[in-house]
């Protein structure tokens, strides 16, 4: 039977607006902040840009359609994210950037009714904006999960939280947290965690200070936050005590896929530009798109670009099935992750002096995309997850063959 890579027309119609919204409306205010959300105006043009993506019925397109959003499933967003991710503030135009996107995601699968209307309602709609708390530092959790020590007490009514976290993306403006800590065992034990929820005027809450990254691009910074005794009732529990991992597991896996879709409108955006100089600029008798070294690099990024795609878009295929897809989703996030860092590099040496001066964008760009071989677990730890996947395949294969004879 023939696999069928269309999209809808409802869909193909929404990646068109977006597009069409991203280049002609979210492009120049980029540009006029020189893609630093701060310096534009930090929550003020967030609101600005997320009115017009409402007006152009692309606002929230993750959301659930019970509260505002268009309810694309994995594999439709595809498209539409990395047509958002064009520019570096798409994502917070259409109100699909971390850690909201994906707290949405997660409060929708997991919270319970009363949850969803006091914290789902208010950020699917962007009347607020959500951190998620979990890593922290050294010694603490941080791509070791299981190093977790923010702490959480059993009290009369709830649960008294104490710890120290750290590159907290989105946190200062944030309307609340969710917070990893430990409810049973000792760092360095597998389990034992639970989400919390926490209106960020919590007592106890403390955001300290920005921690200064080459990305510009998202809203709220990333910061170090403590917690100091703060009181979290019961009802505020986000899914079962001690189960934080099971349920991280349902934001995770899809988060990483919508990153590799809003980066991806990145390094494509970094190729169009390098492509579009290579077929203009002459040098050496001829155009520099001519040359055979340039029409390598050329070729690489648009192998790198298909192989990236292709890559996501099994892993999404396998997220919509139900599936966790873990193995999926750490080789799409580490191929691409890279690839598009190679993308960014070629796209720079291909513009010459200009690849690395202000006057075009690669090099800003190639500061948003290098993160990601980081955020989201780094490259090292994804490839030991896939490694161990594929030995305990082959031991169980060969337990399977020897218990056969």
């Not at 969710?178 to 005027?201: E, V």
């Not at 990305?215 to 170090?224: F, V, Y």
């Amino acid at each position: 039977m023939p696999v069928d890579l269309s999209y809808a027309p409802d869909v193909a119609d929404i990646v068109e607006k977006t597009s069409r919204f991203v280049r002609d409306q979210i492009l120049p205010i980029e540009y006029q902040y020189g893609g630093d959300i701060t310096t534009a105006g930090g929550d003020d043009i967030r609101r600005e840009m997320n009115a017009k993506a409402k007006a152009e019925g692309i606002f929230a397109p993750h959301a659930p359609v019970e509260f505002g959003g268009l309810g694309l499933n994995m594999s439709d967003r595809t498209p539409v994210f990395a047509a958002a991710g064009y520019s570096t503030f798409g994502p917070v135009a259409l109100h699909i950037g971390a850690p909201d996107e994906g707290n949405v995601h997660m409060l929708a699968h997991i919270a319970s009714d009363e949850q969803k209307h006091r914290y789902l309602a208010p950020l699917a709609a962007g009347d607020v904006r959500s951190a998620f708390a979990m890593t922290e530092p050294s010694p603490g959790a941080g791509a070791d999960p299981d190093a977790l020590r923010t702490m959480a007490v059993k009290v009369d009514g709830g649960w008294k939280i104490n710890g120290e976290k750290r590159f907290i993306t989105g946190a200062d403006g944030a309307g609340f947290f969710i917070i990893m800590a430990r409810t049973a065992g000792s760092p360095g034990d597998r389990g034992g965690a639970t989400m919390f929820l926490a209106p960020a005027d919590t007592p106890g809450i403390s955001v300290d200070r920005h921690i200064v990254t080459t990305d510009r691009s998202m809203i709220g910074g990333h910061c170090e936050v403590s917690f100091t005794d703060v009181f979290v009732p019961d009802e505020d529990i986000l899914g079962e005590v001690d189960e934080g991992y099971r349920y991280a597991q349902v934001r995770l896996g899809p988060a990483r896929m919508t990153h590799v879709m809003r980066w991806y409108g990145s390094a494509q955006r970094c190729h169009d530009v390098a492509v579009d100089y290579v077929s203009k600029r002459e040098g050496f008798g001829g155009k520099l798109g001519d040359l055979g070294m340039i029409q390598q690099m050329v070729a690489d990024n648009e192998i790198d670009l298909a192989a990236s795609m292709a890559l996501l878009v099994k892993a999404c295929y396998e997220l919509d099935q139900g599936n966790h897809a873990s193995n999926e989703t750490s080789i799409a996030k580490t191929f691409a992750a890279e690839a598009y860092t190679r993308i960014a590099d070629r796209s720079i040496q291909m513009c010459g002096g200009l690849g690395v001066s202000e006057d075009l964008p690669l090099s800003r760009l190639q500061n948003e995309l290098r993160p990601f071989r980081i955020y989201d677990g780094p490259s090292e730890v994804h490839r030991w997850a896939i490694a161990r996947r594929a030995v305990g395949r082959a031991k169980k294969a060969a337990a399977r063959a020897e218990s056969a004879r």
